[in-house]
């Protein structure tokens, strides 16, 4: 079995100034691109967990709290809240930047469930174990087997 793997391992951020071309006519990005960019970044965490291709298998609880205007500098930041058998849910947090003026806005969260897959392309069977490290950790990863079981239930 493999050693537990700390939260701050695989945490991961990914940031990227936002182009006219990823916005609409009056200059609000696309919430398509938002979730593109949060689909990469909770792939990235997942993999680092894993060290394994992973595949999104489920995507809950996207909320755009505010719009995400052309010059702003996203920062998505993404970290695994639970790992279960093969997979794993990762929590996304998008905030915005306005460069001119260092203000940082909270625009977007989410939830990704990834699947750790073999080279067969099949659920591993070895995912490592979450370490949480602060009581933060530990809240999240309660939640995230809450939201499980909420799922399951309704799958
Ligand atoms: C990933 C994939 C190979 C897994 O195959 P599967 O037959 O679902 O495998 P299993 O039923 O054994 O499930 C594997 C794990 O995924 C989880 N899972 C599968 N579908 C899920 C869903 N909709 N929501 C949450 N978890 C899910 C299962 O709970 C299980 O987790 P666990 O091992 O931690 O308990 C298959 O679901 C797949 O290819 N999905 C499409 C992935 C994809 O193309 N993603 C891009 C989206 S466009």
């Known amino acids: 079995m ?16 936002m182009k006219p071309a990823e916005a609409n006519v009056a200059g609000n990005v696309h919430g ?18 894993a060290r394994r291709r992973v595949a999104t298998v489920r995507i809950s ?31 996304v947090r998008v905030e915005a930047e306005v460069l001119e003026t260092g203000e ?25 174990r979450l370490a949480t490290e602060t009581a933060d950790d530990e809240r999240r990863e309660r939640e995230a087997h809450e939201r499980r079981e909420r799922a399951r239930a309704t799958r």
């Open 104 to 128: 940082v806005r909270h625009t977007t969260s989410a939830y990704f469930v990834m699947v750790a897959l073999d080279d067969d392309g099949r659920p591993v069977r070895d995912l490592p």
């Open 32 to 49: 398509g691109v938002v979730l593109q960019l949060c689909d990469e970044s909770a792939a990235t965490c997942a993999m680092r967990h």
């Open 61 to 91: 609880e996207v909320t755009f709290r505010t719009p995400v205007n052309v010059g702003e500098l996203l920062s998505i930041k993404t970290s695994i809240n639970a790992a279960f058998g093969s997979s794993m849910e990762v929590g």
């Open 2 to 17: 493999t050693d537990p793997k700390p939260v701050s391992a695989s945490a991961t951020s990914i940031v990227r100034r």
